[in-house]
């Protein structure tokens, strides 16, 4: 019974690992590389949203920034 549990674990640890395996050509790099591709396509929008939403909560934090509930970070 343990070693085919250990077996079945070792093939679950294998295939987890090289699930995320990619080749990626260069080409392919400059297309996944413009920002439309990116979680957040568009910074400025974004960098407004958290600061306002950090100014009515009266915490800030958790993204790299720091300040208060003033506003001012």
């Not at 568009?42 to 915490?59: F, M």
């Amino acid at each position: 019974m343990m070693p085919r549990l250990i077996r079945w674990v070792g093939v679950l640890v294998t295939a987890a690992v090289f699930a995320g395996c990619a080749n990626v050509s260069p080409s392919q790099r400059g297309i996944l590389a413009k920002p439309d591709m990116q979680f957040d396509a568009d910074a400025a929008n974004s960098k407004i949203i958290q600061h306002n939403y950090a100014s009515k909560e009266g915490t800030a934090g958790g993204r790299a920034t720091g300040g208060g509930g003033c506003g001012c970070t």
